[in-house]
């Protein structure tokens, strides 16, 4: 679909298109396998010669009208669904990355990914230096290496809510000749575009806002097409010399600025299988056409509930962009000029053992291992998903002991906010 369309056109239409006759709403295409007429035909599609569909495990057409969406939303060329916002992470630094190499990464990440990215990647002989988002051009800078590929962070970090300065971090990945990759999970392209800002890939967790109703776990990888590999051809071997395993083909000559995804799919997804179902696709597009419509609501539910924690005597914190006095203000209002999203975290005075209490006598609030849905949630993360890390990682990922991290749902704001004060004062 074409780009002039406004996003929130594009959250209800990109990507399915339907011809005469054909199914108004995106069809699962609920099949392992697609038929041809000829052997001729079938060959041509394993050569990567002709675009077609063969099996599941690397592409589905329902995945890849819902992957066009996203990709439209966030001004990409191509994107990829994976089977969860992990899958993605891993794709998008194994595409680039292999045994011997290195990666940057703000400390400031999702608890998963920092595992993912320190403990078992470097089992694959992948190594990460994680870097404060905070920190200068040039401490950053002296983390590059000869054999650095990527540069990593997230736009919002979940859960410590740091904003990524996305122009900088850009300028320098660029600086070093290497791709800067932005997982924008939290204020989705609603709210932030990366690419806007110098971003080469984006990836999600889609399981969170862009589903929006808690149904499906999934993830998504979407390229610019900006990065220019070939400049960089000694760097990116994988991208821009012959592939064995594809007959020779090379991914830059072959696809242009496309490569990326190209070997993603035809690649990673060929060897490692980590592919949405069409039923989560769909799933996933039916939360996509409503995305605009909820994240202003998250946006404004979650000022109204931060502002009032801040005037609570028994709130010790409050971390919510939105609030002029956060370290983040300056930053937020310049990326995401029209909210961020509807994650908060804060502290209670007496910590660890009041904040546990509180989250015990929510009633609407839920307690639940997820975040950036409808329904309002609420999560201790170093009792629950932070739990493997130690109390210094913890810091390092600039989460507090005390922190509750509190999903601020669409109900009425009014039902929400008497939830907390009925917590609060038991
Ligand atoms: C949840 C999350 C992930 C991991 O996604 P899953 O879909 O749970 O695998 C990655 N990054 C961020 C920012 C997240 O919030």
Known sequence: MAKQFKRETLCVQAGWSPKKGEPRVLP??????????????MA????????????????????????????????????????????ANFYAIFNICEAGDHFICSSAIYGGTFNLFGVTMKKLGIEVTFISPDASEEEISVAFRPNTKALFGETISNPSLDILDIEKFARIAHNHGVPLIVDNTFPTPINCRPFEWGADIVVHSTTKYMDGHATSVGGCIVDSGKFDWEAHAEKFPGLCTPDESYHGLTYTKAFGNMAYIQKATAQLMR?????????????????????HLRMPQHCRNAQKIA?????????AWVNYCGLPDNKYYELAQKYMPNGSCGVISFGLKGG??????????????AIVTHVADARTCVLHPASHTHRQLSDEQLLEAGVRPDLIRFSVGIENVDDILEDIEQALKA
Not at 30 to 38: A, I
Not at 307 to 315: A, S
């Open 28 to 41: 699962i295409y609920q099949s392992t396998t697609f038929k041809y007429e000829t052997s001729e035909q």
């Open 44 to 87: 041509r599609l394993f050569d990567l010669e002709e675009n077609g569909y063969f099996y599941t495990r690397l592409q589905n057409p329902t995945n890849d009208a819902v992957a066009a969406k996203i990709a439209a939303l966030e001004g990409g060329v191509a994107a990829i669904l994976t089977s969860s916002g992990q899958a």
């Open 271 to 291: 060897d490692l299988g980590s592919i949405q179902s069409p039923q989560n696709a769909f799933l996933l597009n039916i939360g996509l056409e409503t995305l």
């Open 307 to 315: 502002e009032y924690l801040q005037t609570n005597n028994k709130v």
């Open 352 to 365: 660890r053992e009041v904040a546990i209490k509180f989250m015990d006598s929510l009633k609407l609030a």
